[in-house]
């Protein structure tokens, strides 16, 4: 594609000539600034405050077509931080708007737009972009975005991992004043469920303080959310996305404070406490969209050196960034080849169930699982569940052969199967 003469100077620079700081197998040339423009497809999960940075960043970075998905729509609360929102543009999709006021100011690019939850969409719709890029601010729709990366990766018969079919991610994160952006290469770096211990438990009040002696704004909150809305709406589950469920809430939240004198309750806070939000700062989200930008590039084009694999950004006193490289789990039951289990051969298959929902690792994915041996179905919910049922008393030496067996694990509660390393105990002479 022709380009304006000097439009992408800068760019040109990194990626038509070589230096000392290339990625391994960089080949300089125009020809990467066009595949940028005409043919890498990026996806962009969020579209608030990190996101409308990443889109602004990637946008004037050389890419030509990226995707952004987001199922909320704008608030007022939120326009201090997201600078492609308006005031005439509350009650919108953010997705929508963002795309468009970004197409505005960067010629020559698509943004295509996607007003919807990221579980709403297919492995097949996920599949078509070379890198996803997440601006989130929830743990759980992180953890799904990493296991539908993880789903496409495949080993090889060695173990190691299929390069070829590796779904990079690239993670940014702000909470106020520290941030951080990460680079997830499934099979190679820490996926996230790797580091889930890097996330602190979310604060918790007890409830006698709430229910008896509040003493603090968020614990009128926590009383309207865990005790009243649960008395008054006992079949109806609280949506904080729902606007009308989130201003019942605030109501008595002062209701609740007013009476014990407490100040300070307001509808941002209240959307706050919630939804577990920790108040933006628009520097913050800038800094670390910047870096998942840069890494982004870095990915595509190998003109520099990754990211090796988590950085860390503090503007609390100053400036301050620490790198660190955290290791893989291999037994992690989203991105290793096969999480190992023992059991003897003389275990039923109704005994292994049991066991996948007790494991540390498999029980907190699994409620109803299916079990497969390859194309074999051993025991499978459903349509098949009256055909396999009676394969639930047998004993493993009977479904199975060989001392190991790569079992693969279904659930409906998963994204895509989780792989089972079974090594069947042998008895001892």
Same mark, same amino acid.
């Given at each position: ?17 070589p ?5 391994p ?11 940028l ?6 996806l &962009?999960?969020?579209?608030g405050g990190? *996101?409308? @940075?990443? %889109?602004?960043?990637? /946008? ?16 007022i ?7 492609l ?15 468009a ?6 010629a020559?690019?698509?943004?295509t ?8 969409k297919?492995?097949?719709?996920y ?7 997440l601006g ?5 729709a992180?953890r799904?975005?990493?296991?539908v ?7 090889n ?5 299929d390069l070829?079919? &590796? ?5 940014? *994160?702000? @909470?106020? %004043?520290?941030?951080? /952006?990460r680079?997830?290469l499934?099979g190679v770096?820490p996926?996230?469920?790797?580091t ?13 303080t709430?229910a ?8 009128c ?7 009243l809305?649960?008395?008054e ?5 609280f949506d ?6 989130m201003?019942?809430?605030?109501a ?24 577990n ?10 800094? &670390? ?9 870095? %990915?595509?084009?190998? /003109?520099?050196t ?9 503007g ?16 992690c ?6 999480v ?5 051969p ?16 498999l029980?907190r ?7 497969s041996v390859?194309s074999v ?18 004993q493993l ?10 079992l ?22």
């Open positions: 594609m022709n380009h304006p003469e000097g439009r992408w100077s800068g760019l040109d620079n990194l990626l038509t000539r230096g000392r700081f290339v990625g197998g960089f080949e300089p040339g125009p020809e990467l600034r066009d595949f423009h005409d043919d890498c497809r990026i &962009v999960v969020g579209a990190l *996101g409308c @940075e990443l %889109l602004k960043d990637l /946008a004037l970075s050389g890419f030509g077509s990226i995707d952004v998905i987001d199922m909320d729509t704008i608030d609360t939120n326009l201090n931080r997201q600078f929102f308006r005031t005439a543009d509350v009650g919108r999709s953010k997705a929508e708007v963002a795309a006021r970004t197409m505005q100011r960067v020559g690019l698509t943004v737009p996607h007003h919807a939850m990221i579980q709403d297919g492995l097949d719709f599949a078509q972009f070379h890198v996803i890029v989130l601010d929830s743990l759980e992180r799904h975005m990493n296991a990366a993880c789903s496409f990766l495949s080993y018969p060695d173990g190691t991992p070829a079919t &590796v779904k990079p991610l690239v993670d940014g *994160g702000t @909470e106020g %004043l520290r941030g951080h /952006a680079v997830l499934p770096t996926c996230f469920d790797c889930l211990w890097l996330f602190p438990p979310q604060t918790k009040f007890p409830l006698c709430i008896e002696t509040p003493r603090s704004p968020a614990h909150i926590e009383y309207a959310k865990i005790i809305w649960p008395r709406h006992q079949d109806t589950a904080p996305d729902i606007e009308a469920h201003h019942w809430m605030f008595r939240a002062q209701e609740r404070a007013k009476e014990f004198g407490i100040q300070g309750v307001t509808l941002q806070l209240t959307q706050g406490v919630v939804k939000i920790i108040p933006a700062i628009a520097s913050t989200n800038a800094i &670390v969209a910047a870096s998942c930008a840069l890494e982004t590039l870095k %990915l595509v084009t190998l /003109a520099s990754g990211l090796d694999n988590y950085l860390m950004y503090s609390v006193d100053g400036v301050y960034t620490l790198t660190t490289q955290y290791e893989r789990d291999p037994a039951p989203v991105c290793s080849a096969g190992p289990m023992t059991a003897p003389t275990c039923t298959l109704r005994d292994l169930l049991g066991l996948l929902t007790l494991h540390p690792a029980g994915l699994l409620r109803e699982p299916s079990l390859g179905p051993l025991y499978a919910r459903g349509v098949f569940e009256e055909e396999t049922r009676p394969n639930l008393d047998r030496r009977e479904l199975v052969t060989g001392p190991l067996v790569e693969t694990v279904n659930d409906k509660g998963l994204v895509a199967p989780l792989k089972v390393q079974l090594r069947l105990q042998v008895a001892e002479e």
